[in-house]
């Protein structure tokens, strides 16, 4: 494989906080969302939920790719879910589900785990692992909790909670790599580049001004 030849990375995931992981430390992904029923997947145990999801959204969207002959391309699958009281909690199902959780959580902690699949679509080679890290709630009271639930933010994400936007304050501190928690753990996506014999500095971009084009700015090694 040429060692000019150019790398692509689809991001198979709706979330914007991903994206944004990958912006920030130099990617600039394609986005396909992959459509995948989570519901379809039952296990007692968080680590393989969240790297089955992950699995599962990668696959989904490599069946829509056509990758060209003259690009290398990556497909990257996350899922998280957070372990908490020996339960599985993903999204909340609606606003009393989240209020309920969030009375459960504060002063507490649990274990926010996302599974990462990434796929060499043109070699045909996968490299796959789970990231988890602790998260130390703040012990917030009943009106704090009411109007985090009243943004509508934790409906929208794994476990009811952020440490990226609104509820970054509910947070005393956590344990680990803290882009495990916003859902894409970039020390996690390099070992996996290594593992596929490419380097995370093949995938950094420069991004013109205004946003208008991309430039790649590393090469793959053959």
């Not at 709706?14 to 992959?34: F, T």
């Not at 599985?88 to 959780?101: N, S, V």
């Not at 947070?171 to 593992?195: H, Q, Y």
């Amino acid at each position: 494989m040429s060692e000019s030849l150019p790398l692509r990375l689809v991001l198979a995931s709706a979330s914007p906080a991903r994206r944004k992981s990958l912006q920030a430390a130099g990617i600039e992904p394609d986005v396909l969302v992959s459509g995948v029923d989570e519901s379809l997947v039952v296990t007692d145990r968080a680590e393989d939920l969240c790297l089955e999801l992950a699995r599962l959204k990668a696959q989904a969207v490599l069946t829509r790719l056509s990758p060209g002959v003259d690009q290398r391309m990556l497909v990257i699958g996350c899922d998280s879910v957070l372990a908490f009281d020996g339960e599985i909690l993903g999204k909340p199902a609606d606003p009393a589900d989240a209020t309920r959780r969030w009375h459960r959580m504060r002063g507490r902690s649990g274990v926010l785990h996302s599974g990462h699949c990434l796929i060499d679509v043109t070699a045909g080679r996968r490299a796959e692992a789970v990231a988890s890290t602790t998260v130390h709630f703040a012990d917030i009271n009943d009106d704090e909790i009411a109007a985090y639930v009243a943004s509508g933010e934790p409906l929208a994400v794994a476990g009811a909670f952020t440490i990226d936007g609104l509820g970054g304050p509910f947070v005393e501190r956590i344990e680990g790599d803290p882009g495990t928690v916003v859902g894409l753990s970039m020390p996690l996506l390099r070992r996996l580049l290594a593992e596929l014999d490419l380097r995370i500095t093949d995938l950094w971009t420069k991004i013109e001004p205004g946003g208008q084009s991309v430039e790649p700015l590393g090469n793959v090694r053959s």
